[in-house]
């Protein structure tokens, strides 16, 4: 796959937590794959994307980076870096706690999947969009909730972090935890 920036010509670091995601199974129900990764952020980058295999409509994108000078603020040379994006119900959008508890799955996974990381920063984004004029009568208010996150992964948990993705992901669908909705 054309899907990354790795080859033999790589840090050892950074091969090895490509290999580690690589390799890692995602739990039943989510399909993850390997897609373009950005060039520009980091010397060395590698992205992956996910979709959850339910009625509902929630993607993902991880992508990790590593530069091996360390940029300021990662607390290391290694990042990973997510998006995720959920379609929810108008009541759900509506919920004053919705930001603190999608912050809470992201956190609360990571150390439940002991997946150690450090300099964690992100945002969580609730917008509702409503019909109006003609559109009125055809449409539903449609909401979506998105989570930016980043944060400075522990050596050799790789598949720690991947499974705490996957977790984020059924979070976002509204699933309990551990308990992929069939």
């Known amino acids: 796959m054309a899907a990354s920036q790795t080859g033999q010509s790589q840090p050892r670091l950074f091969r090895d937590a490509v290999a580690a995601l690589r390799t890692t199974v995602p739990p039943h129900h989510i399909t993850v794959e390997?897609?373009?990764?950005?060039?520009?952020?980091?010397p060395h980058t590698f992205a992956l994307a996910a979709a959850l295999d339910t009625d509902g409509d929630v993607t993902g994108r991880l992508v990790l980076l590593h530069d091996p000078d360390g940029e300021p603020g990662w607390e290391g040379t290694l990042r990973l870096v997510t998006f995720v994006s959920a379609h929810?119900?108008?009541?759900?959008?509506?919920?004053?706690?919705l930001s603190t508890n999608a912050w809470a799955w992201f956190t609360e996974g990571l150390r439940r999947h002991r997946a150690g990381y450090t300099a964690a920063g992100g945002t969580v984004t609730t917008t509702t969009?409503?019909?109006m004029g003609g559109l009125r009568d055809s449409r539903v208010v449609e909401a979506t909730l998105e989570i930016r996150a980043s944060w400075t992964p522990s050596e050799d948990t790789m598949p720690a972090q991947l499974r705490a993705w996957c977790e984020l992901l059924w979070s976002a669908a509204g699933s309990p935890v551990g308990q992929p909705s069939t």
């Not at 390997?34 to 980091?42: C, F, K, L, T, V």
């Open 88 to 97: 929810i119900d108008e009541k759900t959008a509506l919920d004053s706690r």
């Open 129 to 131: 969009s409503t019909p």
């Open 34 to 42: 390997e897609i373009d990764a950005p060039a520009s952020i980091a």
